[in-house]
């Protein structure tokens, strides 16, 4: 997704509260990160995103994991789903609900809400630098300090740190050596990647050849692997660093290390995305039935034209990239919207090498709006 607003329903949050006694370790050690060979893709494991990730799987339903016809939750996912609700009691389940869900309603949002709350708070495995940080939270986030949901935040972290004791600590700390492993041999298969495909200009300047557009500024691939989705990743901006999580981390590094080419078009991109010429085209098509929960969440066309340009621009580069067949490029796309599918046929027939990426786009939507 691009790069969210706080959405009002978060700003919840009140003064430091003591943190209550932790039963199990209070961390599962130093967190490891692994680098490319040439720098520009760093694998970060840590527990500061999965944990309330978690707590989302531990108590939602199976129908809101599901999206393009199946779940996407991996099998990692889906073994941690039934450890917890072995595990977990009704007070937390509903604890959970009441403080990490906002409403007791598990919403496509509440799974961008949290990283986008915890992207300040340092890349940690102690739960008591995430406690920490959300006593303080108001440091980073002082719209919060006026929330009529302050009064909450003592119930917030009591409800992350029972979770942790109860459920997240007893299997989190077993799986993140498991993690650590595969981010060091598929590091060996990202750096064979570059070496082969983007060995002169590199993935983002491969993006920016094709797109007519530069970096603002140096940007690292920061991927914070996430062994619990197939799908479903997002972009935030921690200190000096955008990044985006990574898919399904068992899945082979080649269906993950493109990842990049949507988030990053969010960044590459946005002075297309926010130009008046863009902004005006787009709020003038018609949203259909189809685009109703990107509606929703953008709150304008603006925003759902500016995602579906992102995930057309992806598939473009995959196929100049060699990672998959331009005959079969529509049956990779995560939105099945015809105004999508038909913006990345039109990428593909009309959009070549020193050609503005922006100038493509709008010849499409201009054909769209008449």
């Known amino acids: ?19 209550t006694e932790l039963s199990v370790p209070n961390s599962i050690g130093e967190v490891v990160q692994i680098a490319s060979a040439d720098g520009s893709i760093v694998l970060r494991p840590t527990m500061k995103y999965d944990i309330f990730e978690c707590m989302l799987i531990a108590v939602g339903s199976d129908a809101d994991f599901v999206a393009s016809g199946g779940s996407f939750l991996s099998e990692e996912g889906l073994r941690f789903q039934s450890f917890a609700r072995e595990r977990i009691s009704d007070e937390l389940a509903e604890d959970i609900k009441q403080y990490i869900m906002f409403d007791g309603e598990l919403r496509p949002t509440d799974h961008h809400i949290w990283p986008q709350l915890m ?11 995430i406690t920490d940080y959300i006593n303080d939270i108001e440091r980073w986030f002082p719209e919060i300090v006026e929330s009529s949901f302050m009064r909450y935040k003592e119930e917030i972290v009591e409800t992350v740190e029972k979770f942790w004791n109860e459920i997240f600590y007893d299997y989190y700390s077993d799986l993140y050596p498991k ?3 595969y981010c060091k041999e ?5 750096d064979h990647i ?9 993935i983002l300047g491969f993006m920016e050849e ?7 500024r140096r940007v690292r691939m920061v991927l914070y692997p996430n062994p619990f989705r197939m799908m479903g990743a997002y972009a935030v901006e921690e200190p000096g660093d955008p990044f985006v999580t990574s898919v399904k981390i068992t899945e082979p590094v080649d269906e993950w290390i493109t990842t990049p080419f949507h988030e990053f078009s969010h960044i590459l991109l946005r002075d297309v995305f926010y130009s008046m010429g863009f902004r005006g085209i787009a709020n003038n098509i018609e949203p259909t039935e189809y685009d109703e929960s990107l509606f ?13 340009c992102a995930a057309a621009f992806d598939i473009f580069l995959q196929v100049k990239a060699g990672f998959i067949e331009e005959s079969k490029a529509l049956q990779y796309h995560y939105y099945r919207t015809d105004l999508c599918l038909d913006l990345t046929e039109y990428l593909l027939k009309n959009h070549g090498p020193g050609k503005d990426i922006g100038e493509t786009f709008l010849e499409f939507l201009r054909s769209r709006t008449g």
Do not use: Q
Request: aromatic share 12%.
């Open 119 to 129: 992207r300040n708070c340092p890349t940690t495995n102690n739960i008591e630098e």
């Open 210 to 216: 094709w797109s007519g557009h530069r970096f603002e």
């Open 194 to 202: 570059i070496d082969g495909r983007f060995s002169s200009v590199g």
């Open 179 to 181: 993690i650590v492993g």
């Open 186 to 190: 598929a590091i060996k298969e990202v």
């Open 296 to 308: 929703h969440w953008y709150g304008d066309m603006r925003g759902v034209i500016e995602e579906y």
């Open 1 to 19: 997704m691009k790069w969210l607003a706080l959405p009002i329903a978060i700003l919840f949050l009140s003064c430091c509260v003591e943190n």
